[in-house]
């Protein structure tokens, strides 16, 4: 619990949890499983902003659903295998 975000000290009585997607549902169901036992809600909702065919969670919002669950392609994969050499050489020739 000590690695939630939030802007306030306390959460209150009702929690909206967003993620990026509901791949399998692992990690959102995880999650609400975790503040419900926990933080005890009022109310939670879930929100994602790609909702995966075979995801076994369904969020209560999502923006777009992907009934074939493609591959995700997100704009940060590019720097996961990336290691600190292959950065700084990325980055050498550029200039502020």
């Known amino acids: 619990g000590q690695n939630l975000a939030h802007t306030c000290p306390r959460l209150g ?5 967003v993620d990026d997607l509901a791949d399998q549902g692992t990690t959102l169901g ?8 926990s933080i005890k809600p009022d109310s939670l909702t879930t929100a994602v902003l790609w909702l995966k065919g075979h995801s076994a969670l369904r969020p209560h919002i ?3 659903e992907l009934p074939a ?3 995700i392609l997100q704009p940060f ?3 996961e295998q990336l290691t600190p ?3 700084l050489r990325q980055t ?3 200039s502020a």
Not at 13 to 17: E, N, T, V, Y
Not at 30 to 37: C, D, G, P, S
């Open 85 to 87: 050499a292959g950065l």
């Open 30 to 37: 995880a999650a609400t499983t975790w503040l419900r036992r």
């Open 77 to 79: 994969e590019c720097y």
């Open 13 to 17: 009585a009702h929690l909206l949890l």
């Open 69 to 71: 669950s493609p591959w």
């Open 92 to 94: 050498a020739g550029s």
């Open 62 to 64: 999502w923006a777009m």
